[in-house]
């Protein structure tokens, strides 16, 4: 895979995820992704930045137009954060899981809407998250 | 700090959702509403989200207390506009909106909120042609 584009955006507080939503929002359109895909790309970006900010308080994004062809373009999202980590992934990719009084929907609901899901963590230490979307499939 | 307007018609509430929303805005926007429910004995709530871009679990489930609460306080609340890719993206991502009514625009949304509380006046009394 060859990064075309790439930046940085820091998640300290809930303001920052509109910020980051917009930005995600500029790269899908300047890659003239289709729409349904970057309601798709969306979606599972805001449930992951909200984990990095309930579960580990802060954290950062990395934003990337990535391709693997002439063909094909995407947008690779790398959410890293040192919080906690998690005990057991196999749990928390599971619907309906969840540690807080949620739905336990975010992980296993963001693999849904993505084409490659990613998910490193390492308890203590924190936790690494990486999607990508196409822009066509 | 920001806010959505909620609009009061008679014995409804109008909300319509124009900025980006994030959690804070969303929590808010639930408990406004059940206080104007409250204050106004609103008979029903029309949340127009035609400018939404993104519903994810959190404001799925923030639409969802909105109904059940309304419901609580006797009132019906109709979810109108959502987008298509909005509305497939909630399903793929395990959330079904259960228990929210929606509607495609604002008049078709009227028409089923005043059909709910027609139906409600036959439950409750039934001859009576005054509603309001
Ligand atoms: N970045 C993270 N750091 C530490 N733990 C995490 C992180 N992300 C998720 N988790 C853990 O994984 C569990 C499942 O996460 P998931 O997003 O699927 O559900 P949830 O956040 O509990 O509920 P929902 O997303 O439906 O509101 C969480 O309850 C939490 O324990
Ligand atoms: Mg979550």
């Known amino acids: 895979m060859i ?3 790439k930046e940085i955006i820091v998640i300290k507080k809930e303001q920052d995820v509109v910020f980051f939503r917009n930005r995600v929002n500029e790269y899908a359109e300047k890659i003239k992704m289709g729409l349904l895909n970057k309601t798709k790309l969306l979606t599972a970006a805001s449930e992951l930045v909200r984990n990095m900010l309930i579960y580990a308080k802060e954290g950062k ?10 063909l094909q373009t995407g947008i ?9 980590g998690i005990a057991d992934i196999d749990k928390a990719m599971t619907d309906g899981y969840t540690t807080g009084k949620s739905l336990g929907l975010g992980l296993p609901g963001a693999k849904r809407l993505v084409n490659i899901f990613d998910l490193k963590s390492v308890k203590g230490k924190g936790t690494t998250v990486s999607i990508t979307k196409w822009k066509n499939g | 700090m920001e806010k959505i307007p909620i609009l009061k018609m008679g ?13 804070r805005l969303a929590l808010n926007l639930e408990s406004d509403l059940v206080n104007m429910i409250n204050k106004h004995s609103s008979k029903g709530v029309l949340i127009d989200i035609s400018a939404v871009n993104i519903v994810d679990s959190f404001m799925g489930r923030i ?8 419901k609580i306080l006797d009132a019906h609340t109709v979810v ?3 987008q298509p890719a909005v509305a497939i993206t909630l399903i793929e991502l395990g959330l079904p ?3 929210v009514h929606t ?21 409750i009394t039934d001859d009576t042609d005054d509603n309001t």
């Open chain 1, 76 to 84: 690779r999202l790398t959410f890293i954060d040192n919080g906690p």
């Open chain 2, 63 to 70: 639409l969802g207390n909105i109904a059940q609460m309304s």
């Open chain 2, 97 to 99: 909106l259960s228990g």
């Open chain 2, 11 to 23: 014995g409804y509430l109008l909300v319509t959702i124009q900025v980006d929303l994030y959690d």
């Open chain 2, 103 to 123: 509607a495609l625009n604002v008049e078709k949304g009227m028409v089923l909120l005043q059909e709910k509380l027609l139906g409600d006046d036959t439950v």
């Open chain 1, 61 to 70: 994004v990395i934003c990337e137009i990535v391709t693997i062809s002439a």
């Open chain 1, 3 to 5: 990064t075309l584009n």
């Open chain 2, 80 to 82: 109108v506009g959502m």
